[in-house]
């Protein structure tokens, strides 16, 4: 079934120590998304790729980089994570932009916690 | 900036009773879309309404959007412990050239068996 994988599921890191978070999907979707969830909130975008063209939020952190190398995969680093990182991370993709086109379909989220 | 703002925040109800849930918008839309958040799980798409004034059912779900295309609603007939979860709406702007939704903060719904 075409899908959207995260790895891992649940990360723990240390205070400061970057982390990687990975999503790949096979869906064949030209748009990929990094939302960060907090508990009780509505996921909160932090950048979006249209194909290769990166779209970074105003609001995003610059500890916060994200990387496509690909049409399948996309990875969210964080470079130096704090307590209040700590959230699920949730990728998505969609076929294009646009009424009509932009249903996302989200993976399951990577649970990152801070030490 | 553009805001969707989405009521009530929580809602109890007894299982068989309905449940609505409300979006406002700041601004015109071109689409909305309602998505679910089960406990402990992600969203899921659940529609997309796009015309101004269209309705919408799935089962017990009943989907509108506005005349206006600045709000919408969902409504769930006779409830079940199934409907749990966390419903979100998200719309797409039509000002502004931007490609991403605005979510709202989501109802959280909980059904007494």
């Known amino acids: 079934d075409a899908m959207v994988i995260q790895n891992p599921r649940y990360q723990v890191t240390q205070f400061g120590k970057p982390v990687t978070l990975s999503c790949s999907q096979t869906?064949?979707?030209?748009?990929m998304y990094w939302y960060q969830q907090k508990s009780s909130q509505a996921p909160k975008l932090l950048f979006h790729?249209?194909?290769?063209?990166?779209?970074n939020e105003a609001d995003t952190p610059d500890n916060f980089q994200s990387r496509r190398p690909n049409t399948s995969f996309c990875f969210l680093d964080i470079r130096s994570p704090g307590l209040g990182d700590a959230a699920m991370y949730l990728c998505?993709?969609?076929?294009?932009?646009?009424?009509?086109?932009?249903?996302?379909?989200f993976g399951p989220g990577t649970r990152l916690t801070v030490l | 900036g553009q805001q969707v703002m989405q009521i009530p925040q929580y809602q109890h109800v007894q299982e068989g009773e309905d449940f609505t849930t409300y979006c406002n918008s700041s601004?015109?839309?071109?689409?909305i879309q309602w998505y679910k958040q089960r406990p402990g799980g992600h969203p899921v798409f659940l529609i997309q309404?796009?015309?101004?004034?269209e309705v919408k059912k799935q089962k017990r779900l009943t989907f509108q959007f506005g005349e206006a295309k600045k709000n919408s609603s969902l409504h769930i007939t006779a409830t079940q412990t199934t409907d749990v979860g966390t419903y979100f709406c998200?719309?797409?702007?039509?000002?502004?050239?931007?490609?991403?939704?605005?979510f709202g903060k989501g109802t959280k719904l909980t059904v007494n068996p």
């Open positions: 998505a993709t969609s076929g294009s932009v646009g009424p009509g086109y932009n249903e996302q379909f």
């Open positions: 869906l064949n979707h030209n748009v």
């Open positions: 790729y249209y194909d290769k063209d990166f779209n």
């Open positions: 601004t015109t839309l071109s689409n």
């Open positions: 309404l796009v015309k101004s004034g």
């Open positions: 998200a719309g797409l702007p039509t000002q502004g050239g931007s490609e991403k939704l605005v």
